[in-house]
């Protein structure tokens, strides 16, 4: 975000110290020693130091680690990875220590950046299933998420409720459900089991519909960049 004349102010995920809000002063300059240090998605060592009674840091030195410049290659690749960083800003809290979605951040850049252009979108989907377990939304997929009574997965459709947050039985249909194949509701349990899956199975087409869905009615969040997502 711009600030000033000549400064920026970054959301950054930092490994040991959660995500913080730092400013660069004169970063937007040319010859500023930080230009491009803190562009979107970028790996860098910094030195910040904080301002006494405010929230915010000052960056005092950077040095670029990985640029992913394979990424900013492709305008896609961007905008996937645009997805996960817009996630994290959104959802993580100021200074809480969190290295588990640092971690998931990193090995999806370092991912993403080998991936061919047909995987780009579910691979980026999977990311964010995981993610979003992370954040304390994992769907509930073993059994009715409100009766707990068994779901018959022989048939071929099951009522998943965004509301409820996992399947449903008949009983406990509400107007929030969606209807999700048994395919999809076995995808789904297999990348929560961290099973193998094929980031190419067509079930991520009903994914990507339901996980838009999800992350309004649960985070009250609308990522931007998913609408640019190919
Ligand atoms: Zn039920």
Same mark, same amino acid.
């Given at each position: 975000?711009?600030?000033?004349?000549?400064?920026?102010?970054?959301?950054?995920?930092?490994?040991?110290?959660?995500?913080?809000?730092?400013?660069?002063?004169?970063?937007?300059?040319?010859?500023?020693?930080?230009?491009? +240090?803190?562009?979107v998605? +970028?790996?860098?060592?910094?030195?910040?130091?904080?301002?006494? =009674?405010?929230?915010?840091? +000052?960056?005092?030195?950077?040095?670029?680690?990985?640029?992913? #410049?394979?990424?900013?290659?492709?305008?896609?690749k961007?905008?996937?990875?645009?997805?996960?960083?817009?996630?994290?800003?959104?959802?993580?809290?100021?200074?809480?220590?969190?290295?588990? #979605?640092?971690?998931h951040?990193?090995?999806?850049?370092?991912?993403?950046?080998?991936?061919?252009?047909?995987?780009? !979108?579910?691979?980026?989907?999977?990311?964010?299933?995981?993610?979003?377990?992370?954040?304390?939304?994992?769907?509930?997929?073993?059994?009715?998420?409100?009766?707990?009574?068994?779901?018959?997965?022989?048939?071929?459709?099951?009522?998943?409720?965004?509301?409820?947050?996992?399947?449903?039985?008949?009983?406990?249909?509400?107007?929030?459900?969606?209807?999700l194949? =048994?395919?999809?509701?076995?995808?789904? !349990?297999?990348?929560?089991?961290?099973?193998?899956?094929?980031?190419?199975?067509?079930?991520?087409?009903?994914?990507?519909?339901?996980?838009?869905?999800?992350?309004?009615?649960?985070?009250?969040?609308?990522?931007?960049?998913?609408?640019?997502?190919?």
């Open positions: 975000m711009p600030f000033k004349e000549s400064s920026l102010i970054a959301s950054v995920l930092t490994k040991k110290f959660g995500k913080v809000k730092i400013i660069a002063k004169g970063c937007r300059r040319p010859k500023s020693k930080f230009c491009g +240090t803190l562009e998605f +970028t790996l860098a060592e910094i030195i910040y130091y904080k301002r006494e =009674s405010k929230d915010l840091y +000052t960056l005092s030195d950077a040095t670029v680690t990985d640029h992913f #410049s394979d990424i900013r290659s492709s305008n896609n961007v905008n996937a990875a645009m997805v996960l960083c817009e996630f994290f800003n959104k959802t993580l809290p100021l200074e809480e220590t969190d290295t588990a #979605s640092y971690t951040l990193f090995n999806f850049l370092r991912e993403l950046k080998k991936i061919d252009s047909n995987s780009i !979108k579910p691979l980026t989907f999977y990311y964010l299933l995981i993610a979003l377990a992370g954040a304390g939304f994992k769907p509930h997929l073993d059994n009715c998420v409100r009766c707990h009574n068994p779901i018959s997965y022989n048939s071929k459709q099951i009522d998943f409720s965004i509301s409820g947050g996992g399947v449903v039985c008949e009983n406990d249909f509400d107007d929030t459900v969606v209807f194949s =048994s395919d999809t509701i076995n995808l789904l !349990k297999n990348i929560y089991q961290n099973k193998n899956i094929r980031i190419d199975a067509p079930q991520f087409k009903e994914i990507e519909r339901l996980v838009p869905e999800y992350l309004r009615y649960h985070l009250n969040q609308v990522l931007n960049s998913l609408k640019f997502l190919k």
